[in-house]
């Protein structure tokens, strides 16, 4: 709503003013509502000062008598207005008993988007250092849907590679697991994925000293892509019973995927062999004594090989040349695909658009939001050699911490400990930008009074808590929309700078929904919650709401059941529970 009174404004600057005025020459600022630098921008192009030229234009615009301003100043070539709160907080007031939980969302989009995230491999339990993957997807469907696309989530299991090769060769060959990785983790040691991940660590050390061993993985992978369905189907049953155990973590988080896509399905049905037949009609294709593939150098992309390798000299395909078929069959499927990767798969990313969009030649958009990674206080993993910090271990950890804060605080339900602490490890992931390095800080993610998740979330109670006092607590948020409706019209009356600086917050929550879904950041909306939340507490302790008087306890009744809506669909919409009690 906010943008929209940009765009209002610019367009009675440009009449009035007979000069071209862009909703981006409009900004919010510190000291006024709205800035503009329009004087400097004309200044420049017709040598006036911008001092002198901001103050004509603020004449000019109070002889215009603008319903939307209630003044305007000019300050050291700056234009600052001052809005009409009678006027805006009429249009708030309608806007939200119209669209109520449905405020910011979206008009519904033709375009259809195909997201692909995590996809981590079967090779056992989803570890810390992709787990930032999983939650920037995660709330990216949940933004991409309210702003108004269909979405579609995919998960793309790698069950077609040497790891789950090993690991079935492994269980061939009866090798058992190493004893003291067992013993690591022996709380989750009856879970499926963590079964397997015991048996990988194992094989990949057998995989490294006995040739025999590697000999029959690699012939085992060779015979599973050339038809073989013994092989394939020994391989296929691995990486499921490591799938199963996984996809208990999401469901933990709150994590649902629409589809799970399986790299197998592209070798039995041949789609593989068919792209690599159609890139060798292609000019870019070259051999070399250890494989087949593309010349890429004339886009930019050398590989020390000189080839990105499609096909291996012993006739077995690459991840890349199956993620091409993977990608040609989402083609299908959508209108534009997005990916959410690691920075450590930008040139494979590179690699795969080049080739489908420069020699495949194909329209439909490709996408990708690429992220850094968590260092979790210095902990160094490696899946091969048994050192892994398991989302599971996070999770128990999260939960435990959570139970020891609301006990020191003496408020709260212990019982409600899993969506604090989930909670605070989701934000503390989302709230910073996907290509920015995180260093995870327990005592930041649990800090009920600094930026996190559960001093949001107390912020959403805190509303809860007013509107309940008022109204009781059944059915309170009917209760308190039936009251309001006998509020009006709003009075913006006696307006207090705290309920301003509250209201232009809440304008800004569609516009903040937009910018997070068009440059796919959801920390746009977390740092906006965030900054929300300050302000609304700000508010609770400047601005009695229960004991004013009838049109300002109207008012600012409205502004927390607002405030409450925002904080609600905000949460949900990062993956994280809003509570009403804590």
Known sequence: MISQLRRELASKLEEILEISVGENDIFSSEFSDLSSTIAFKIGKEIGENPVTLAEKFRERIERANIELIERVESLNGYLNFFLNYELILTRLWNEILEKKENYGKGMRRKEKIILEHTSINPSGPVHVGRLRNSLIGDALSRILK???????????????????????????????????????????????????????????????????????????????????????????????????????????????????????????????????????????WRKADFGEGLDLSSFGIERASKLSVLLRKDGTTTYLARDIAYHLYKMKLGDLLLNVLGEDHKLEFQELKTILEKILNLEKKLEVVHFSFVNFQGLQMS?????????????????????????????????????????????????????????????????????????????????????????????????????????????????EENEKKLILQILRFPEVIENSAKEYKPNILANYLYDLSYIFNKFYYECPVLKSEKKIKCRRLFLVYTTKLILANGLYLLGIKALDVM
């Open 146 to 284: 309210f702003y108004g696309y269909e979405v579609e989530t995919h998960y793309y299991v790698n069950d077609i590679g040497k790891q789950i090769a090993m690991i079935t060769m492994a269980e061939i060959w009866n090798i058992k697991p190493d004893p003291e990785v067992v013993k690591s983790y022996k709380e989750y040691a009856e879970k499926n994925d963590f079964k397997v991940f015991f048996t990988y660590v194992s094989a990949n050390r057998l995989y490294e000293k006995d040739e025999k061993f590697r000999e029959e993985v690699d012939n085992l992978i060779k015979r599973a892509e050339l038809g073989d369905r013994k092989a394939l189907a020994m391989i296929k049953s691995v990486a499921k019973k490591c799938l199963d155990g996984q996809k208990k973590i999401y469901e933990i988080l709150g994590i649902n995927f629409d589809f799970y896509d399986f790299e197998s399905n592209f070798i039995e049905t041949n789609e593989v062999f068919n792209v690599i037949e159609k890139l060798k009609q292609t000019k870019f």
């Open 383 to 495: 899946t091969r050699e048994g050192r892994i910090f398991p989302v599971d271990k996070l999770i128990d950890l999260a939960i435990e911490k959570a139970k020891a804060e609301i006990r020191k605080r003496g408020k709260g339900r212990e019982s409600d400990a899993p969506l604090v602490g989930i909670g605070a490890i989701k934000y503390h992931l989302l709230k910073t930008s996907p290509m920015k390095p995180i260093n995870f800080s327990w005592k930041a993610a649990l800090n009920f009074e600094g930026d996190s998740a559960p001093y949001i979330q107390y912020a959403h109670a805190r509303c809860c808590s007013i509107l309940k006092k008022e109204f009781g607590e059944d059915s309170f948020l009917e209760k308190t929309l039936n009251f309001l409706s006998s509020c009006d019209p709003i009075s913006a009356s006696k307006l």
